[in-house]
């Protein structure tokens, strides 16, 4: 707490809130750049949307902002720079998460006995669809699933995430069990073990994709249910990483869980 001069009165306000009868601002709207509605002067300026995109981006990754469809306009161009900007935030900030997952294991006793387990989602966690989504605005538009699933997803190229590579790498030289579970459906399995193949990963347990009776449930409750289930078959989830909330939450969700950042798109 910073000392008070002698003669400063003595109050119980904070320092900063004057008595007279200034309006309190209104609580601002992420989609929409009213961060200082009464202050007409500092409306438009680029620092308000660089304040507004922040925040947006803070609401995303802290599962606070949910069932949004695309990225606000006026973020996209923030969006496109956290992503592939000279700073590369985005793999600095992946390559966090994966150093902290790799302490984490590093600290586990494991007990040798084969059941270890670490579940992996796989667009945004293993590989990336980055490319895809340079084309198309950073999330900032619509994406067609056909679109989606010809253009790109079928032709099994997505690059690895090279933090999340590192990851595996360690994992399976500590002896864990790997399985990924992807929200994919299951008549895209070749692709999806091509691309995987290609990207450099291998010697997974198990990969779980969509059956056709998955089709109405909720990500959380698929990929629930499908966790719970390598728990039955005796395996202990000691970590779960995923780029999407609906990837670590609901139940069976492992000993600990990783967010990989992902500002381009929500999957409920
Ligand atoms: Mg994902």
Redesign the pocket.
Known sequence: MALRAAHTPITHQHPHIHSTTRKIPKVFNVYQSTVHEETSELKQSPEDYQVNCEAWRFGVETNTLRSWNVVPPECVEYVKNYMIGSGSQYVRDSNMVANESIAYVNSLQLSGDGKDAWVF?????LISTLPYFAAHQFGGEVIAEDDFNVKWLDRAVAPALPASHKLYARLLELGFKIFLLT?RRHCQRNVTERNLVRAGYHSWEALFLREPEDRAKSAVVYKSERRLKIEQNGFRIRGNS???WS?LTGYSVGDRTFKLP?PMYY?A
């Open positions: 989602d796989v667009d945004e966690t929200g995923g780029d999407q990837d992902n999957v």
